[in-house]
């Protein structure tokens, strides 16, 4: 009788995994959130928004037409249309046509001139012409989103709201200030973790540092104020000798 000769099966192998790669805190510590912040005001104690306007209505409609536009480009455009109409009884006035003529250099220059002259016209039959103060009435505003809502609250009306755009999206995710998903999440993290002495001004600090210093593409990690305090790798390194620690 031939002998069977029995193998003794070898443990299956398991995949090969990839190393993780090491991440931040979840979210920054309030002792470290308020070092930013405190940083961001010595620096700048009165930062300033860069969209010009005069007012509530000049300030709405500036930020109506910011989106998807520079606020340099929207400063030229805005220059020529409110030496024509500041108004909401003035803008209605010149109507789609002018308007969309004084800002076609703009980014969706067509629909955002029907939006001025809908949400002028709205102004004036449910508002008496006035930009209300409250996010729910300005958010029922043509072209008028959360976002804008806040920009207005916050520079027309002194709120301590957080308009999050794609600048401070960036930044409250790498620095870990408030990570979320989506700019809503960024924003409510915002709320709860920056310190209530801070909110009146955080929006503009985050968003101008995010513009100038925390860039998408290569962030100036070597000349950022907060560098120390910032979780977000790989930094930017140095370009040369002679850079000082912060």
């Keep these: 009788m031939t002998a069977m000769v029995l193998r003794q099966s070898s443990p299956a192998k398991k ?53 998807q536009a520079t606020d340099a480009g929207v400063n030229k455009a805005t220059r020529k249309l409110f030496a024509e109409a500041s108004t909401p009884e003035t803008m209605v006035a010149l109507g789609e046509d002018r308007v969309r003529e004084l800002i076609r250099t703009i980014g969706l220059y ?16 449910e508002h008496g ?15 008028v989103g959360r976002k804008t809502a806040n920009v207005v609250l916050n520079n027309a009306f002194g709120e301590p709201t957080i308009a999050v755009d794609t600048h401070l999206f960036r930044v409250g995710n790498r620095t870990r ?16 973790a920056v310190p209530a002495r801070y909110k ?3 929006h503009h600090w985050l968003i101008l540092h995010g513009r100038y210093v925390c860039k998408a593409r ?5 000349d950022c104020l907060i560098r120390d305090l910032c979780p977000f790798e790989p930094k930017t390194p140095p ?7 912060p």
């Excluded at 067509?110 to 002028?120: D, E, G, M, Q, T």
């Excluded at 290569?218 to 070597?222: A, D, K, L, S």
């Excluded at 370009?239 to 620690?245: D, E, I, N, Q």
């Design 239 to 245: 370009a040369g000798p002679g850079v000082s620690p």
């Design 177 to 192: 200030l408030a990570p979320g998903k989506t700019p809503l999440e960024v924003e409510l993290g915002l709320e709860k």
């Design 15 to 67: 995949p090969a995994t990839k190393p993780k790669r090491p991440v931040g805190p979840k979210r920054l510590p309030p002792a470290i959130v308020e070092e930013i912040f405190r940083r961001f005001e010595a620096r700048e104690p009165e930062p300033k928004g860069e969209l010009e306007h005069t007012d509530p209505y000049t300030l709405l409609v500036a930020v109506v037409l910011s989106a």
């Design 129 to 143: 012409g006035a930009v209300p103060p409250s996010r729910a009435a300005l958010e029922l505003l043509p072209g």
């Design 200 to 202: 009146r001004h955080a």
């Design 110 to 125: 067509r629909n955002k001139a029907k939006n001025v002259i809908a949400l002028s016209r709205q102004l004036l039959a």
């Design 218 to 222: 290569r962030p100036e990690c070597p």
